[in-house]
């Protein structure tokens, strides 16, 4: 008998332990579906392809909400900061198969292999504990009902974001013409933030289970426990497992802080760029100190700092002054030459070019230096125009001495301006702007030196009218709002600086149509931009203006190709006109602040993908 209750106890306390040690049991079935422990693998399926994916991995704004059972129930009137994976592979693929052909209206999607993180809420579980633990019969029973809904998709959600190096490969799935299904066609593994399928190791984790289950039909089922009903995650003490040759990868709390959950106001360049300007003090070849200075044709050279320009250097590593495009002043930024010895010149800002991006390197004790992300240093010819050099420890490398260098630690808001190329129609035929001053199209071989951008400050929609990216600009305008009246009218352009605030009927918003299947550009009175197409009309391929309801929907191309941060801008601006928020301007600000938390992802993993040990010799580098 002694034996037998000893037995029990012993088998007891192993149950205990079994049961409290239960969430550091992982799978090793990437397929598991038993939400008691750990899966090895999530997955999550998406039309975006690999390339954006493997290096920005998925993200949501910390000015989304965090009520789990707002989350699951798919309410359109809020925005989630959860990112939905789910354990069950299968699951994944029939939810993008029912998807595909109707929502995302695409014939290919990739099924994404996950490591889940400590972010990531298992929404079973959750409900588990929830209902374990209420002792009320009422709510009991109410919770029971809700099973099917927090069960049945054995999900798995992200609070924010999911890190590339956590993202293993992509799956391609394509529509057969012949089957009439999504087959099957290709594994493409991640190496662009990781070396291989199994390298680095990433050990699969979940967030502790204190999460509350959130709000369900106008009733909140709150947690009374360590979370108070909210989590936040720190990246996990194993993450120097997750880098890719980086060992100085910061801390980064999930939790909203408070300057993220305020929307960062959206100002105009001419009002914060002159607040931290300076002057660009440096000196070379060992003698005293000159400054930077624009000269002709767009190069930068070194000169007596009397007669200097002034500078900025903002949080996205972008060095930014001001010049004269030959018709208008315009903030222009420095771009590293493509081949050794080309020399720096100066472009219109673009944040899609990593070219424009630098950052501060430490040369010793007393001085710094400007290097390009691949760790190219800034340098003077002998006739005092600036290149980039690979040898850090040329004499040739200018020298920022730390006193002088405190302005470019002070950096100020990044300008929010970037190419919006192919801006297509029929996928393909590019918008441009004509000697005439209207909106025309053509193919792209024909437009080699034409470029459009966005500056998300002030919405103006520009070119550079042939010029490449440095010269005389261009904005496209309304002439409907410009010279009112009439139902409809062309849309043309003329030259103009965007430094500053634009009238009206210079600002142009991107969006979803009301299908939610194609992007469409509108006007500040929400005109939206049409190309005619009447066949054998002397005005087919011109574009114009005209309200969503004017009677020529059927004759004219309306949908618009655009990339992917104005589709970012044009999904984040749609999305938060169903939450009832009419007002232009504030949706206009949520996709200003979605971009900038999108570039702000893009730049430090662009750091961290792209840059080895710095100053470090390279018969020693790894």
Same mark, same amino acid.
């Given at each position: 008998?002694?034996?037998? =209750?000893?037995?029990? =106890? ?94 995302? /209206? ?86 662009? #933030? ?15 289970? #204190? ?42 709390? @999930? ?7 305020? @929307? ?24 005293? =100190? ?76 007393? /001085? ?30 200018? =020298? ?91 849309? /043309? ?101 979605? @971009? ?27």
């Amino acid at each position: 008998m002694f034996l037998i =209750k000893n037995f029990l =106890k012993i088998t007891f306390i192993i149950f205990l332990f079994l049961g409290f040690y239960r969430r550091e049991i992982y799978s090793m079935d990437p397929g598991i579906e038993n939400n008691n422990i750990i899966p090895n693998r999530v997955y999550r399926t998406s039309p975006s392809a690999p390339k954006e994916k493997f290096l920005l991995g998925f993200s949501r704004s910390t000015n989304y909400h965090t009520d789990l059972g707002l989350h699951i129930t798919g309410d359109p009137g809020q925005f989630s900061g959860f990112i939905s994976t789910t354990s069950n592979r299968q699951y994944a693929v029939s939810f993008a198969q029912a998807y595909a052909m109707g929502w995302w /209206n695409v014939r290919e999607f990739y099924l994404y292999e996950i490591v889940p993180q400590n972010n990531f809420v298992s929404v079973t579980d959750t409900y588990e504990r929830a209902l374990r633990e209420t002792d009320n019969p009422i709510i009991r029973q109410q919770l029971e009902n809700l099973r099917h809904i927090y069960t049945w998709e054995n999900e798995y959600a992200a609070l924010y974001e999911i890190h590339p190096e956590t993202i293993i490969s992509a799956t391609r799935y394509e529509f057969d013409m012949n089957s009439r299904r999504f087959v099957e066609r290709e594994e493409i593994v991640n190496t662009v #933030t990781r070396e291989s399928r199994t390298e680095p190791h990433v050990i699969p984790m979940l967030h502790p289970d #204190t999460y509350s289950i959130g709000t369900y039909r106008n009733v909140y089922y709150s947690y009374n426990g360590t979370s108070a009903g909210f989590a936040c995650a720190e990246v996990p003490s194993n993450a120097h497992a997750m880098k890719k040759r980086n060992d100085n990868l910061p801390e980064n709390n @999930l939790c909203p802080k408070e300057s993220l959950r305020a @929307l960062e106001v959206v100002e105009n360049p001419n009002y914060f760029l002159p607040k931290t300007q300076f002057k660009f003090k440096l000196s070379v070849f060992n003698k005293g =100190k000159y400054c930077l200075n624009p000269a002709s044709q767009y190069y930068v050279y070194i000169d007596f700092c009397e007669v200097a320009a002034h500078w900025n250097f903002t949080e996205f590593g972008q060095i930014i002054t001001e010049v004269d495009d030959g018709h208008k002043k315009q903030y222009y930024c420095l771009v590293a030459g493509k081949l050794q010895k080309d020399y720096i010149k100066l472009e219109i800002c673009d944040l899609n070019d990593y070219k424009q991006f630098w950052k501060l390197v430490d040369l010793d004790k007393d /001085n710094l230096t400007i290097a390009s992300l691949d760790n190219r240093y800034i340098a003077s010819s002998y006739n005092y125009y600036i290149y980039l050099a690979n040898n850090y420890k040329s004499g040739s490398v200018i =020298k920022i001495h730390r006193s002088d260098a405190l302005m470019l630690q002070n950096k100020t808001k990044a300008l929010v301006q970037f190419s919006v190329d192919p801006l297509m129609v029929e996928n393909k035929y590019v918008l441009y702007p004509t000697s005439k001053g209207y909106m025309f199209v053509d193919s792209p071989s024909s437009l080699n030196k034409y470029v459009n951008f966005y500056n998300a400050h002030n919405n103006s929609l520009f070119s550079s009218y042939g010029h490449e990216r440095n010269g005389p600009q261009v904005c496209y305008f309304s002439s409907l709002l410009k010279s009112g009246g009439g139902a409809w009218g062309w849309i /043309n352009s003329d030259y103009c600086s965007n430094q500053g605030s634009m009238t009206h009927e210079y600002r142009w918003f991107f969006k979803l149509n009301s299908n939610n299947t194609d992007y469409n550009i509108f006007d500040f009175a929400g005109n939206i931009l049409r190309v005619d197409n009447i066949s054998g009309s002397t005005n087919r391929y011109f574009a114009y203006t005209a309200y969503f309801s004017w009677a020529d929907k059927n004759k004219n191309i309306e949908a618009v190709t655009l990339n992917f941060p104005a589709t970012h801008y044009a999904r984040t601006f749609s999305l938060t006109s169903t939450i009832q928020v009419q007002n232009k301007l504030y949706r206009n600000q949520m996709s200003y602040n979605a @971009l900038k938390e999108v570039y702000s992802k893009l730049y430090f993993n662009l750091k961290q993908k792209i840059q080895t040990k710095m100053l470090v010799p390279k018969e020693k580098q790894e």
